[in-house]
């Protein structure tokens, strides 16, 4: 059984373009989360998807965007990158439980804005 | 707001030894708190969950403890090993769908 998948591995990119990230949930998952993670900090929340809707959302602004597909995989769109953009950004998927929501990660994208 | 304290020192201890980290939190009161474990360059892993009504949860070598009158929840590892140098990361119920970490502890066990 596939744990969570992300593509691409590692990506640079220059100040205001646009980048896409994927994610592959782990089988039987149906909610995804992203996190952008920053060198020495925990994972900060961005949003979560479930029902191909966004149902909460961090402190983000609107260039971050997300979408949830029918077989739940989920894109992260970040556009107008900014230098402060760069960070390790992680998937996370889950089964939506009243009891608990225990995530599992994937490996994370690395993005490095020039 | 919500606030999440976990040791912003690296811990250093002898392998054999017990480690102890600790979660604080403040401005809320989570139905359950998650312990994390991440490797440089990777995602965290999830390793405990611990409820409200729960003083104490083990797994092998591992123990977590809650106590919400303090707002702590604290993390051991006993008979450490060099393999379990990690950052690890406390994650606190907010009551809606959305994850806060603390910036986690990184702790380094020698052999």
């Known amino acids: 059984d596939a744990g969570v998948t992300q593509s691409p591995t590692h990506l640079i990119k220059t100040r205001g373009q646009q980048v896409t990230l994927r994610c592959s949930p782990k089988?039987?998952?149906?909610?995804v989360s992203w996190y952008q993670q920053a060198l020495g900090q925990g994972p900060q929340f961005i949003f979560q998807?479930?029902?191909?809707?966004?149902?909460q959302r961090g402190n983000f602004p609107d260039r971050f965007s997300g979408h949830q597909f029918p077989n739940y995989s989920s894109e992260l769109n970040v556009n107008a990158l900014l230098l402060g953009d760069s960070a390790l950004y992680l998937c996370?998927?889950?089964?939506?439980?009243?009891?608990?929501?225990?995530?599992?990660f994937g490996p994370g994208t690395r993005l490095t804005v020039l | 707001s919500q606030k999440i304290e976990q040791n912003s020192e690296a811990l250093n201890i002898q392998e054999g030894k017990t480690a102890t980290l600790t979660c604080n939190y403040t401005?809320?009161?989570?139905?359950?708190l998650q312990w994390y474990r991440q490797d440089p360059g990777r995602g965290p892993v999830f390793l405990l969950l611990?409820?409200?009504?729960?003083k104490e949860k083990r797994k092998e070598r591992l123990k977590v403890t809650f106590d919400t009158t303090l707002k702590q929840s604290l993390f051991h590892i006993t008979a450490s090993q060099p393999a379990d140098s990690a950052t690890y990361l406390c994650a606190p119920d907010t009551g809606g769908f959305k994850t806060i970490f603390g910036a986690g502890t990184r702790l380094f066990v020698k052999a």
């Open positions: 998807y479930y029902e191909e809707e966004e149902r």
């Open positions: 611990i409820r409200e009504n729960e």
């Open positions: 401005n809320y009161s989570p139905a359950y």
């Open positions: 996370a998927s889950s089964f939506w439980t009243s009891g608990g929501d225990t995530q599992y």
């Open positions: 089988s039987g998952h149906d909610t």
